[in-house]
């Protein structure tokens, strides 16, 4: 017998495999497009004895997960626009404190009010640098819609590992698309789970570089002070500048210390290709069958796309630009990767973007013709 397979909402997707992987508190506020999530989670939350509740506001939804998350629970908010933009200092909160968090992002127009019904993918750089300081994230942006299941199972999993936010980013039209999807069973999801240490001295914060703090459990009878102000190895605030420098350099390094484990991305016809087309959800199905008809031209093109897009994926993209030496960056915005692939790419490759900001998705004939013109 195979699996099951079922015609779902892009939005449904990923709140069934929110609570596949075991999401047991759900805080948020809804907001287009990304409501039906949180109608699915209140719907179907309770029946499983897990806790749904609707918050007054973005800012106290990621307050409340934040408090759950400490408390062990494993939690998931999901906003769009300006939602998003209100969550930045708790979001900065999360990183500070190392808290695991599921953000999800659907990506409309704006800025302000902007476009809600209408996609986008202009939160790029407010997802790696929306909120202030020096800090490390990471975000992931599905495509398809296998991917939306399997990137948010991986989201928890990456947000468990790494004691870090992990924002799941895609858009209105994969939110709101419904398509064919085969479910995997859930004795076949592997899940990521974080033991619960006992600590002595309060040393919660206590590591080596490249280590993750340890996983407490508040309710075993020994006090633990957790703060947004930077703080030493015992969680008590402090500006002592070598003990400032270690915890920054702690919080990146558990991410950059690991970048083959975080970072993943698809390749399509990249091995002899000459030009390399970079696009990510909803514009990477776009670029695909735009790269398969110029193949059938004569044309050598070849897809990346990224399902990690923060950390930015630099490094493997420099391998192939040591060989490719042109590069259409696609994007519904007005060029926020373009801004990254010119950093990442080098002065010897050619570069082009095929950008719009207007709400409507590019089509494969659209992507096809630049590829064309290039």
Not at 135 to 162: C, D, G, K, M, Q
Not at 274 to 286: C, D, M, N, Q
Request: charged share 25%; aromatic share 10%.
């Amino acid at each position: 017998m195979g699996k099951p397979r079922k015609v779902l909402q892009g939005n449904i997707i990923v709140a069934q495999a929110a609570i596949d992987v075991g999401c047991n508190f759900f805080a948020g506020y809804p907001i287009t497009p990304s409501s039906e999530i949180a109608q699915f989670m209140s719907r179907e939350m309770p029946k499983l004895g897990r806790d749904f509740i609707q918050m007054e506001d973005e800012i106290a939804s990621l307050g409340a997960c934040i408090g759950a998350s400490l408390a062990g629970r494993k939690v998931m908010t999901a906003t769009s626009g300006p939602g998003f933009s209100l969550m930045q200092e708790h979001l900065g909160m999360g990183v500070m404190a190392e808290i695991p968090l599921v953000i999800v992002n659907v990506m409309r127009g704006g800025p302000s009010t902007g476009l809600p019904t209408k996609p986008s993918q202009a939160d790029v750089m407010q997802t790696r640098w929306g909120t202030h300081g020096d800090h490390p994230i990471i975000v992931l942006t599905p495509a398809f819609a296998s991917e939306l299941y399997t990137e948010t199972v991986r989201a928890f999993n990456l947000s468990e590992r790494f004691w870090n936010p992990v924002i799941l980013l895609y858009d209105e039209v994969l939110a709101k698309a419904h398509e064919d999807i085969e479910l995997p069973y859930k004795k076949d999801l592997k899940i990521y789970k974080e033991k619960v240490h006992k600590i002595k001295d309060l040393d919660i914060y206590d590591r080596e570089i490249g280590q993750n703090p340890h996983r407490v459990d508040f309710f075993k009878g020994y006090p633990i002070h957790i703060d947004g102000l930077e703080h030493d190895k015992h969680g008590w605030p402090t500006s002592e500048p070598r003990t400032v420098q270690k915890q920054q350099t702690l919080r990146m390094q558990k991410i950059y210390h690991y970048l083959d484990e975080i970072i993943k991305f698809n390749e399509y016809y990249l091995d002899d290709a000459e030009i390399l087309v970079f696009a990510f959800g909803v514009s990477a199905r776009a670029a695909l069958p735009a790269v398969e008809m110029a193949r059938e031209m004569g044309i050598r093109a070849g897809l990346f796309q990224p399902l990690t897009l923060w950390p930015f994926p630099k490094q493997v993209l420099r391998q192939r630009f040591s060989r490719i030496k042109k590069v259409l960056t696609v994007e519904l915005n007005m060029g926020q990767v373009r801004y990254e692939m010119e950093r990442v790419a080098g002065d010897d490759v050619e570069k082009r973007a095929l950008l719009r900001a207007n709400g409507i998705p590019f089509t494969p004939a659209e992507v096809l013709e630049q590829i064309k013109e290039f």
